[in-house]
């Protein structure tokens, strides 16, 4: 059973180009989260999807940021139109709709705007 | 909204000696704690989990934690640290069940371990 997968690791952009954040859950696992980790700022919640569905992103940017988890592939955290202060850690996890369990976390995708 | 507390941002500790991380939760409900650990470059990773019964809790590496429900904490402990205990831990809530989980995370704390 393959943990969560992100994918790219790294991610380099341009001020003002798009980044496109990918997270494959664990199998049997329907609820994603969306973490930022920024230095000495630790781990900020972001959004929590289930499939196809966005159940809270009051942790998420009004402006250029979005996310999806569509009922097929991947859950998507996009970033229109970078800026420096976007770079940071994004890290997702994933965990299943039932039974007490913890959530699982990817290696985390480091994005850095140049 | 539920809220997680860590007090100590930095912790710097000489190998052998013991630890106590502090974490305070904000929610009055029924609630879920853990603790990660994030070594360096890495992704996390589960220390211990709580959910249910026995409100001491041991888990990897020496790591245990106590949850106190009256003062709404769940410190970690460890009895004697050691050099790769290096890292930077993270506690964690998480409230509801079923249709609604959130997980809720505190700003860690780094943890350096002095040879």
């Known amino acids: 059973n393959a943990g969560v997968m992100q994918n790219p690791r790294h991610l380099v952009r341009r001020r003002g180009q798009e980044a496109r954040l990918r997270c494959s859950p664990m199998?049997?696992?329907?609820?994603v989260y969306w973490y930022r980790q920024l230095p000495e700022e630790g781990l900020k919640f972001m959004v929590y999807?289930?499939?196809?569905?966005?159940?809270?992103e009051s942790g998420m940017p009004k402006e250029r940021f979005s996310a999806e988890f569509p009922k097929e592939g991947p859950s998507i955290l996009r970033i229109q139109q970078v800026v420096r202060g976007d770079s940071a850690a994004y890290f997702c996890?994933?965990?299943?709709?039932?039974?007490?369990?913890?959530?699982?976390f990817g290696q985390g995708t480091r994005l850095t705007v140049v | 909204a539920q809220s997680v507390s860590q007090h100590n941002h930095h912790v710097i500790l000489s190998e052998a000696a013991s630890l106590e991380l502090g974490c305070n939760y904000s929610?009055?409900?029924?609630?879920?704690l853990f603790w990660y650990v994030q070594y360096p470059g890495q992704h996390l990773q589960l220390l211990l989990k709580?959910?249910?019964?026995?409100?001491l809790v041991k888990g990897i590496k020496g790591f245990e934690a106590e949850f106190i429900k009256s003062k709404f904490s769940f410190n970690l402990r460890k009895p004697s640290v050691q050099w790769s205990d290096t890292a930077e831990y993270f506690c964690?809530?998480?409230?509801?069940?079923?249709?609604?989980?959130?997980?809720?995370f505190g700003t860690g704390t780094k943890l350096q371990v002095i040879p």
């Open positions: 996890a994933s965990s299943p709709s039932t039974g007490n369990t913890e959530a699982f």
């Open positions: 199998k049997g696992h329907s609820h």
């Open positions: 999807l289930q499939k196809e569905n966005i159940i809270d």
């Open positions: 929610y009055g409900g029924t609630v879920n």
């Open positions: 709580y959910f249910s019964g026995d409100p």
């Open positions: 964690a809530v998480k409230v509801g069940s079923g249709g609604y989980q959130k997980v809720t």
